[in-house]
Nanobody
Framework: VQLQASGGGLVQAGGSLRLSCAASGRSFSDGTMAWFRQGPGKEREFVASIRWSGGNTNTAYADSVKGRFTISRNAAKTTAFLQMNSLKPENTAVYFC????????????????????WGQGTLVTVSS
């Protein structure tokens, strides 16, 4: 499985961007996809996740992005999206997508080692 992240770029504070993460090689009947980010001089951190099993889908967000970012996926279960609104300069980072088969329990969503597949990252720069 390969993950391809795209959609990053330069945006002014208050603006919006939509990131995409496309999985090639398989789709996940049950799965978890997530976004992490690494800002300048910072450690990589969890941003948001979406997980699904059967007809059940759940999302989770870091507190810092709740109400501004929305994660979703396509019906084919191959692509995850991150809609980012009201962007702030502190959101500047390389955004990475991650995925795994199976419905990850909530206590493990932020654990990077629980994800089997990672994309290459896409740079988001928010100017003030």
């Amino acid at each position: 499985v390969q993950l391809q992240a795209s959609g990053g770029g330069l945006v002014q504070a208050g603006g919006s961007l939509r990131l995409s993460c496309a999985a090639s090689g398989r789709s996940f009947s049950d799965g978890t996809m997530a976004w992490f980010r690494q800002g300048p001089g910072k450690e990589r951190e969890f941003v948001a996740s979406i997980r699904w099993s059967g007809g059940n889908t759940n999302t989770a967000y870091a507190d810092s992005v709740k109400g501004r970012f929305t994660i979703s996926r396509n019906a084919a279960k191959t692509t995850a999206f991150l809609q980012m609104n009201s962007l702030k300069p502190e959101n500047t980072a390389v955004y990475f997508c991650a995925a795994r088969g199976g419905y990850l329990i909530s206590s493990r969503l932020r654990v990077e080692s629980d994800y089997n597949y990672w994309g290459q990252g896409t740079l988001v720069t928010v100017s003030s």
